[in-house]
C-alpha cells in the first residue's frame, strides 16, 4: 500500500502536510499528490508518525508511479551496470515507460489547463505501451516533481530517480581544455529553474551534444521528464544522464 508525507487538496488545489490536516476540513477530500485522483486517508498508530496512504495501487492512475510496484535500487543499478544484451533492452524499456508516463501526466495537466478534451497521446503510443508490457514486466522508478526536489533532496542523492514537471531550461556552451593532451572541448550545462530559483543542472558531455537535437534555447516553462543519477555539487544539485535520449520534453 502507498505511503505519503504529503496530500493534495483538491477544493484549495495545493498539498498539505502532515502536520496540516484537520479531519473536519480534510477527511475524505485528499488525493494521491501526483495524479491527483487517488482517495487518500490518513493514518494514526501508536509509536508511528501519522502518515497517509491509499487503499491500493489500482485506485491511481496507471500513468502515476504509484499504480505499480517498485524495482529496488539494487536491481536497477544491476540493470545499469549490466553488459548483458537482455538487460540492456530491460532498462531501456523500463526508463522509457516511465518517462513516457510523467509525460502523461503532464500532458493531462495541460489539456485540462486549456480545458481542451481531445488527448495529445497517440494511440501508437498507448498500442506500442501494451505491445511491450507482454514482452517484460513493468516497474516503476522512484520520480519526483522539480517543485518538490530540493525538500527531498537527501533521500535522492546518489541515487538514479526520474525528475519531471515545468522549468525554464537555460542552456550555456562552455570550453574546456583537456588537463592530459591540453586540448580544447566544448560541453553544454542545462539549467533547470523554477520561477527564477534554481532546481538542478545537467552538463553534457561534447560526445553527448553531437547525439542531442531537442535542446531548447533558453525555454519557458518547458514540460520535461529525464531519468539520471542525482549528484552534490558544492551544494547544488547536478543529475548525470546516461544517453540524451533519457531526457525528454513535451
Known amino acids: 500500500m502507498p505511503t505519503f508525507e504529503e496530500a493534495y487538496y483538491k477544493i484549495e488545489n495545493k498539498n498539505i502536510e502532515i502536520k496540516d490536516y484537520v479531519d473536519k476540513i480534510h477527511y475524505e477530500k485528499i488525493y494521491c499528490p501526483e495524479c491527483l485522483t ?38 536497477l543499478n544491476k540493470l545499469i551496470e549490466s553488459k548483458n544484451n537482455e538487460d540492456e533492452k530491460r532498462l531501456e524499456f523500463l526508463i522509457d515507460n516511465n518517462l513516457q508516463r510523467a509525460i502523461n501526466l503532464l500532458i493531462r495537466e495541460e489539456t485540462k489547463r486549456n480545458n481542451t478534451v481531445e488527448s495529445f497521446i497517440s494511440n501508437t503510443t498507448r498500442n506500442q505501451l501494451k505491445a511491450s508490457l507482454n514482452e517484460y514486466k513493468y516497474e516503476s522508478i522512484p520520480r519526483v516533481s522539480i517543485n518538490r526536489l530540493l525538500s527531498k533532496n537527501g533521500e535522492f542523492i546518489d541515487n538514479y530517480i526520474i525528475i519531471w514537471g515545468n522549468a525554464n531550461v537555460e542552456s550555456k556552451d562552455y570550453d574546456r581544455i583537456n588537463s592530459t593532451t591540453g586540448k580544447k572541448f566544448k560541453i553544454k550545462k ?37 531519468f539520471g543519477l542525482v549528484k552534490s555539487n558544492k551544494g547544488f544539485l547536478e543529475l548525470k544522464i546516461l544517453t540524451t535520449e533519457h531526457l525528454q520534453y513535451l
Open 38 to 75: 487517488a482517495p487518500l486517508h490518513i493514518v494514526r498508530k501508536q509509536n508511528v508518525f501519522p502518515y497517509y496512504a491509499s487503499n491500493s495501487k489500482q485506485e491511481h492512475l496507471e500513468d502515476c508511479q504509484h499504480y505499480e510496484d517498485y524495482i529496488t535500487k539494487k536491481n
Open 190 to 226: 542545462l539549467i533547470f529553474r523554477v520561477k527564477g530559483n534554481f532546481k538542478f543542472s545537467i552538463q553534457l558531455s561534447e560526445n553527448q551534444i553531437k547525439h542531442y537535437k531537442k535542446l531548447p534555447q533558453n525555454s519557458m516553462n518547458n514540460g520535461f521528464a529525464v
